[in-house]
């Protein structure tokens, strides 16, 4: 297809997307916020409550009802493996190509799976209960990242309502993700030939800086989580009686945790969990810095905190190239209410890092535990339990074609040109087609926008970001049929 011939028709794309969200898509999202279908590492009994098939069945059903329409070819599948959570695959066949165009394929991704409730929601919003305030879809998941697939669909079917091309389009939604994607190797392998050799990656499951431009995610941090745990009696004794005798596990834990991270300024102390951040990341963080100016201005402190960095520029590094550490839970201790005067026997620890782009997960994650588990203070018992180990992504050089591909999608759906950012997250899915499909193209971007609030309370669906980069997506789809 000669790629100087005229770029897609704006106005017929935008109109099919419009009525795509406003006639079905709202609904059925409403429809998937109320399914609680929490990822499985949140939830062991995920299986036998039935929520991922039902939140599974709702989003087949649509996707088997837009054969009604514009995707008459599509063929909808659910990949099931023993003891796996489910994959919703769509494979769409190359439409609009001239005879002899060498086959292709284009690979979008996203997740149906939702994190686990979280306390603070305020009155009148829950994460079950949808509820449409002016152009915000509140309720768990919809941003994050229930909406990827309407978004995937959608974007094809306007290509072709639009009498634009595309080549060979696969779309995977996966139920693991918020679990760090620990089944989809085996859905991959069980795809076979079926994945074929993409030239293309579209990852529907990032954030976006304000909602004025299109966001393209240029790197993304990786993930480690151990669970630490530290016993130093059979039963809880009387702390009257053995208290300054009976090492505390708490203390002891903190102990440990200093081991990795310096208590007065949070800087992590192992070597393996930092890596050099790329000039051209360092440039593009200045610029973006200037757009979105002090970010702790979007987060909800309480009265009187101040950031642990305070210049724009670095807060961006700092959550999207630096480490970061997190206690995300804690077994061993009553509530507060009902702490009796104990010295409790054992006290564990969720910890959750976030590790650099380029950090090698595995590696830094070894060094963590050997950290934590050396020579225990008064001989406690100590047992690190490793968790999730996955490394980030760093974004190819864009080429030349999806550059401009770029430059005009912003164009048409947000009339302004792009800007990149990286983002602190962690997509596990990326890291592994890197290492598959290393002469891939990727566009990586999403909804998850100014106090949106993913995984936590009030989250929420911007549903005018969603339908412009619907958009964006179908301009992508075919200047990539169009391209040299």
Known sequence: MDPTSPALDRARVAAHVADAWDRDVVKVLHDYIRIPNVSAAYDPGWAQAGHMDRAVELLRDWCLRQRDGELA?????????????????????????????PDDTVLLYGHLDKQPPFDGWRDGLGPWEPVLEGDRLYGRGAGDDGYSVFAALTAVAAVRAAGGAHHRCLVLIEASEESG???LPAHLEALGDQLGTPSLVVALDSGCGDWDHLWVTTSLRGLI????????????????????????????????????????????????????????????????????????????????????????????????WGPALEVTGLDGAPPTAGAGNVLRPVTAARVSIRVPPVADAKSAAAAVVQRLAADPPYGARVTVEPGVAESGWHAPPDAPWLAEALQAAAAAAFDRPP???????????????????????????????????????????????????????AHVLDTHARRA
């Open 73 to 101: 070819d599509a063929v909808v599948q659910v990949g099931v493996l023993p003891d796996r959570s489910p994959l919703l695959v769509i494979d769409i066949p190359a439409h609009g190509l001239p005879e002899g165009t």
């Open 181 to 183: 994607s620990p089944d």
């Open 225 to 320: 989580d151990m669970t630490l745990r530290v016993e130093v009696l059979t039963q809880g004794v009387h702390s009257g009686g053995a208290g300054g005798v009976v090492p505390s596990t708490f203390r002891v834990l903190r102990h440990l945790l200093d081991r990795i991270e310096d208590p007065a300024t949070g800087e992590l102390t192992v070597p393996e969990l930092h890596a050099e951040v790329p000039e051209l990341r360092r440039h593009q963080a200045t610029e973006t810095a200037a757009d979105l100016g002090d970010l702790a201005d979007h987060l909800p402190f309480v009265s009187g905190v101040r950031p642990v960095v305070t210049d724009p520029v670095e807060q961006l590094l700092a959550c999207t």
């Open 419 to 473: 800007r990149a950012m990286g983002d602190g997250g962690t997509i596990p899915f990326l890291g592994m087609l890197a290492r598959r499909f290393p002469e891939a193209q990727f566009v990586v971007t999403g909804v998850l926008g100014p106090d949106t609030n993913a995984h936590g309370p009030n989250e929420f669906l911007h549903l005018p970001t969603a339908r412009r980069v619907t958009t964006v997506v």
